[in-house]
Structure formats: structure tokens, C-alpha cells
């Protein structure tokens, strides 16, 4: 007699954790580009585009760089609890898009800080 096993899924919020992981490396590096060009037009000083709309850019990206290793974070422990219960597939993905998340958020927060606290010593 065969017997038939049923093939293990792997876990939805793994699969989420690592994408978000992947995805905040790639805002990481987008925001390095978007700052090199808020530095280059600083430096030849594009008449249209004041100080203070550079700011609010420089913070709209840094905010935006938040929000996938944030994601990657909480969908990796949200993952991580779900697959001791369910014995599904997918602990490796959660634990790479945990990973991914916290050596992303960490730089992001501080040059968040740094910029809020360069901004608070000019006003």
C-alpha cells in the first residue's frame, strides 16, 4: 500500500516577509540616488525648488523607506508564530526578511534622527 502525503504549504506572511525585505533594500538604494540629486541641485541651486521642498522631499523619502522594513519585520514575527503552530513551510523567509527589515530600519531611523535634529538646531 502507497501512501499518498500531501504536500507542505509554505506560509503566505514568510513569503510577504521576504519580499518586503527585498523591496526595502531597494528603497534604500533608491533613496541614496534621490539624495545625490537633492545634493546636486543644492549645489547649482535650481531656482524653482527652495530649501524647505527639499526637506519635505528628503522626509517623504525617508518615511517612505520605513514602510517595507517595517512590513518585513512584523510579517516575519507574525510568520515565525504562525508556522509553530501550522508546521507549514517558510521559517528561513521569515527569518531573512527579519533580518533584511532590521538592517534597513536601523540606518533609516538614524538618518531620520539626524535630519530632525539638523533641522531643530537651524530653526
Not at 58 to 83: C, D, E, H, M, R
Not at 97 to 107: F, Q
Request: net charge positive; with cysteine.
Amino acid at each position: 500500500m502507497e501512501t499518498i502525503t500531501t504536500p507542505v504549504r509554505r506560509n503566505k506572511a514568510a513569503r510577504v516577509s521576504l519580499i518586503a525585505g527585498i523591496l526595502s533594500i531597494i528603497c534604500y538604494w533608491s533613496r541614496s540616488i534621490i539624495t545625490l540629486i537633492l545634493w546636486i541641485m543644492a549645489e547649482y541651486t535650481v531656482p524653482d525648488i527652495d530649501n524647505s521642498l527639499r526637506q519635505v522631499i528628503y522626509y517623504f523619502v525617508l518615511v517612505f523607506n520605513g514602510i517595507p522594513p517595517i512590513t518585513a519585520i512584523t510579517a516575519g514575527i507574525v510568520s515565525l508564530g504562525q508556522i509553530k503552530k501550522s508546521q507549514e513551510m517558510g521559517k528561513g523567509y521569515a527569518i531573512t526578511g527579519i533580518v533584511l527589515g532590521c538592517l534597513i530600519l536601523i540606518p533609516v531611523l538614524l538618518i531620520l534622527y539626524q535630519a530632525t535634529i539638523r533641522i531643530l538646531m537651524n530653526s
